[in-house]
């Protein structure tokens, strides 16, 4: 019986765990495409940085862009957390892995929020 009820809790807790980092990884693709429509922003009202032809209708079409490739990135981060953290949890290094994806993380988000209080 305890045996029962300590692989529903290991279970449970990759689980949870999986479901922590959607949401992490969420916010902190948010957090980048800010990010970029800001750098893009910047580089389109400053002349002598502007690249030919651009204007406030290629950021939005950047914009565009950019929620596709998100998306993308989002849907692959999310399936490959679940099968690395089930992974871990059969291996029992759950906290090491759960760790290194959190670094990961908080590094992204870190250095977008930093180039965006640069450009502030």
């Given amino acids: 019986m305890r045996e029962q009820i ?3 809790l290991d279970n449970f807790l990759y689980i949870l765990l999986w479901l922590i980092f959607a949401v992490l990884v969420t916010l ?11 750098i893009a922003v910047y580089v389109v009202n400053d002349p002598s940085l502007r690249p030919y032809a651009w204007n406030t209708g290629s950021v939005v079409l950047l914009n565009r862009l950019l929620w596709l490739i998100v998306g993308i990135i989002w849907l692959g981060w999310v399936t ?4 690395y953290l089930s ?9 090491k892995r759960s760790f290194r994806l959190l670094m990961v993380l908080g590094a992204v988000y870190l250095s977008s929020y930093l180039v965006l209080l640069f450009l502030a």
Avoid: N, P, V, W
Wanted: glycine share 8%; proline share 0%.
């Fill in 6 to 8: 300590r692989s529903f």
């Fill in 28 to 38: 902190t693709l948010f957090q980048l495409h800010g990010t970029i429509i800001a």
């Fill in 80 to 83: 490959y957390t679940y099968e």
């Fill in 87 to 95: 992974e871990g949890s059969r291996q029992k290094i759950l906290s």
